[in-house]
């Protein structure tokens, strides 16, 4: 049974940094390319990050550019999202999600997805 289990989320103030990880099982971690996703109060699940299954290609929402960085441990079968410069528009439920085809930002289409973690940016 695959499980993906988001960790790291949590109350910040704005400005402030967190970091999630969510740790895989069930399957073969390295073979997966891994999504960051989250859903804001009120608003549609949104693409925030992805990285290849080889770690050597990640792409990032323009909301979130330079601000987060996606990394993978493959050894440790978790994917890590560093949030830095936070701000209370980055509030929401952030999900990982694996997939072993590499989609677009637009295409959510993820085969397996975490239950999700809070990340509440106050002002």
């Known amino acids: 049974q695959v499980q993906l289990v988001e960790s790291g989320g949590g109350l910040v103030q704005a400005g402030g940094s967190l970091r999630l990880s969510c740790t895989a099982s069930g399957l073969t971690f390295s073979s997966y390319h891994m999504g960051w996703f989250r859903r804001a109060p009120g608003k549609e699940r949104e693409f925030v990050a992805r990285i290849s299954r080889s770690n050597s290609n990640s792409y990032y929402a323009d909301s979130v550019k330079g601000r987060f960085t996606i990394s993978r441990d493959n050894a440790k079968n978790t994917v890590y999202l560093q949030m830095n410069s936070l701000k209370p528009e980055d509030t929401a439920v952030y999900y990982c999600?694996?997939?072993?085809?590499?989609?677009?930002?637009?295409?959510?289409?993820?085969?397996?997805w975490g239950q999700g973690t809070q990340v509440t940016v106050s002002s």
């Open positions: 999600a694996a997939d072993q085809i590499l989609r677009s930002s637009r295409d959510y289409r993820y085969n397996y």
